[in-house]
């Protein structure tokens, strides 16, 4: 099992404002990824990076978040400008390692062509953008 724990969110930003969101991982692994889920919603993709760095978005947030991977400290990053009030969502990371990939959090990340399991979760940052 892989360790995730995410920071950075809380309080509300306005729309055209940014964020910048952090999960402090036990490791990193081959993939790893940031999603989020609005209240009804289902979970969704936001982003994706290799262990070389390749880094991939959701077509909703492409221009305007960038994922990145800190390997001496362990940690992955989310930044993103020009904050929407349809970023609203609790955020969370993702890791291709651990023992389960279960039920509706069990989802695709795919890193450098390859796919592969989200098989760890954080419990989520709360990112709220008002209008």
């Known amino acids: 099992q892989v360790q995730l724990v995410e920071s950075g969110g809380g309080g509300s930003v306005q729309a055209g404002g940014s964020l910048s969101l952090s999960c402090a991982a036990s490791?990193?692994?081959?993939?790893m990824g940031w999603f989020r889920q609005a209240p009804g919603k289902e979970r969704e993709a936001v982003a994706f990076?290799?262990?070389?760095?390749?880094?991939s978005y959701a077509d909703s947030v492409k221009g305007r978040f960038s994922i990145s991977r800190d390997h001496a400290q362990n940690t992955l990053h989310l930044q993103g400008r020009s904050l929407k009030p349809e970023d609203t969502a609790m955020y969370y990371c993702?890791?291709?390692?651990?023992?389960?990939?279960?039920?509706?959090?069990?989802?695709?990340?795919?890193?450098?062509?390859?796919?592969?399991?989200?098989?760890?979760w954080g419990l989520g940052t709360q990112v709220t953008v008002s209008s």
């Open positions: 490791k990193l692994t081959t993939c």
């Open positions: 990076i290799a262990e070389d760095g390749t880094a």
């Open positions: 993702a890791a291709n390692e651990g023992p389960y990939c279960l039920g509706d959090y069990c989802l695709e990340m795919t890193c450098s062509g390859k796919r592969y399991a989200t098989r760890s």
